[in-house]
C-alpha cells in the first residue's frame, strides 16, 4: 500500500531507514525469500529507492554478506542538487542490536566524504538506529559532532514511533512505521503508518508527514457510486417507522425498523438503541 500511494505522489526518489525484511537467521533459502519479497514491493516503485540497513537486515555474518552480495557498500553517499545523502548502517559489523555503532572505518568514511564536500546546500543523513540515544555510540558522537557545524538533518527510525529530536540546532527525525509492527494508537502516541515528504527550498528543507490513510487515488469516487449514494439518500434503504401514543406512557413500547434492498449487493447495518428521557432500551427482535 505504502509503494502504490508514493507512486501516486511522484517524489524523485526514495530513501529508507532500513528494517526492510524480518531477518534474524542465516538460514540463506529463508532469507533469499524475504528479499524477494521486498524486493518485489520496491520494483513496483517507479523511482529510484536507496537501501539503508536496519537490524533485521543486517543481523549477522551471513546477512552482512548477503546484503553487500545484493546491494554492494553498506554505506555510502550521493550528491543531488548540492545535496550530500548519507546512507549509514549502525549496525555496522553486525553488531544485532548489541552496542550499536559506526565503525572506525565507516566513521573515517563519513570524515573523508564531508570535508570533500565542504560547501553543499545541505547534508541529510539516513541511519537505522538514533544513535544519539545510545550512550556507548562512541564513533557516532565524533560524527554527530563533524556535522555539527553544517545546515543537516538525520532521519532514523527503528522504535517504531515517530518523534522529532532538536540537536545541533537540525532537526533529527525518528520515523514511525511504513507497514511495520505497530499499535497504530495515532498521532498522540506517535504511532502511524506514514512517509516523510522533503521538498528542498533555497531557505532549507520543509518536511510533510504523509499518512498513508490519508492519500488516496482519483477514484476515491467516482460519478457512477456517487450516483448510488445519492439514491440512497433519495429511497433511503432503512426506514423508522414512528410510534404514536397519547396520555402517560406505557411501561413498554414497541419500536419497527424496515430494511428494504433494492440493489443486488450485501448491506450490512447496525442498530443502536440508547436511552432517552424516560426511555430505557430493552431487548429486541
Known amino acids: 500500500k505504502g509503494v502504490s500511494k508514493i507512486n501516486l505522489m511522484q517524489p524523485e526518489f526514495v530513501l529508507s531507514v532500513g528494517d526492510l525484511i524480518e531477518g534474524y537467521t542465516t538460514d540463506r533459502k529463508e532469507l533469499d525469500a524475504q528479499w524477494t519479497e521486498f524486493n518485489g514491493f520496491i520494483g513496483q516503485l517507479e523511482m529510484p529507492f536507496f537501501y539503508v540497513a536496519g537490524n533485521h537486515d543486517f543481523t549477522n555474518q551471513v546477512m552482512a554478506g548477503l546484503w553487500q552480495q545484493q546491494f554492494g557498500a ?3 553517499y550521493f550528491v543531488y542538487k548540492n545535496i550530500l545523502f548519507l546512507c549509514l548502517n549502525s549496525e555496522d559489523g553486525a553488531t544485532a ?4 555503532d559506526f565503525s ?3 566513521t573515517a568514511f563519513v570524515e573523508k566524504v564531508l570535508a570533500g564536500h565542504p560547501n553543499v546546500d545541505w547534508t541529510m543523513a ?10 556507548t555510540a562512541k564513533n557516532w558522537s565524533k ?6 557545524d553544517r ?3 538525520v532521519f532514523t527510525g527503528h522504535l517504531h514511533q515517530y518523534a522529532l529530536h532538536n540537536r545541533n540546532n537540525s532537526d533529527y527525525f525518528v520515523l514511525a512505521t511504513t507497514g511495520g509492527g505497530s499499535s497504530l494508537r495515532g498521532k498522540r502516541y506517535g504511532e502511524f503508518d506514514h512517509v516523510v515528504w522533503v521538498t528542498m527550498t533555497p531557505t532549507g528543507p520543509y518536511y510533510a508527514n504523509v499518512l498513508l490513510d490519508g492519500v488516496e487515488d482519483k477514484s476515491i469516487q467516482t460519478a457512477e457510486n456517487l450516483a448510488r449514494v445519492e439514491s440512497f439518500n433519495a429511497n433511503p434503504p432503512v426506514r423508522f417507522e414512528p410510534v404514536f401514543y397519547s396520555g402517560k406512557l406505557p411501561g413498554t413500547l414497541s419500536y419497527k425498523v424496515v430494511f428494504n434492498n433494492t ?3 450485501d448491506h450490512e447495518y447496525t442498530v443502536a438503541l440508547t436511552p432517552g ?3 430505557v432500551p430493552g431487548q429486541t427482535n
Do not use: A, C, R
Open 74 to 76: 553498506d554505506y555510502y
Open 151 to 153: 545546515k543537516h538533518t
Open 126 to 135: 539516513f541511519m537505522h538506529q538514533p544513535l544519539w540515544l545510545t550512550p
Open 263 to 265: 440493489t443486488n449487493e
Open 97 to 100: 542490536l548489541k552496542n550499536p
Open 277 to 279: 428521557k424516560g426511555l
Open 104 to 106: 572506525d572505518k565507516q
Open 143 to 148: 560524527v554527530e559532532k563533524l556535522l555539527s
